[in-house]
């Protein structure tokens, strides 16, 4: 049984930086992607970064181009988002995901789905 777990969430000022961190069990296959998607208040989910296992190709969303870092380990099959210089439209909860049928980047029909952790910037 697939699990993804996250964790590292919070509450920062904005400007400020987090680090989300996601790590994935029970993941037989290497192929496939791994990312992370956001739920604010509008009605659809962001993606916000993604890369393949390998870590040769990653994608980031407009919104966070320039402010937010993807970082993976397919060995250990975790998943990391350094999130520097937050803004209040950050806030959010993000998902981690694995896509496995997508080889470059992951589609909101991800396989799989971590629990989400709530990611808030406030002064």
């Known amino acids: 049984q697939v699990q993804l777990v996250e964790s590292g969430g919070g509450l920062a000022r904005p400007g400020g930086s987090l680090r989300l961190s996601c790590t994935a069990s029970?993941?037989?296959?290497?192929?496939?992607?791994v990312g992370w998607f956001r739920q604010g208040s509008g009605p659809a989910r962001e993606l916000v970064a993604s890369s393949t296992w390998s870590g040769g190709t990653v994608f980031y969303g407009e919104a966070v181009k320039g402010r937010f870092t993807i970082s993976v380990d397919g060995a250990k099959r975790t998943a990391n988002l350094q999130m520097d210089n937050l803004k209040p439209d950050d806030t959010a909860v993000y998902f981690c995901c694995v896509d496995l049928r997508s080889k470059l980047i992951v589609t909101d029909r991800a396989n799989y789905w971590g629990q989400g952790t709530q990611v808030t910037v406030s002064a």
């Open positions: 029970g993941l037989t296959s290497q192929s496939g992607t």
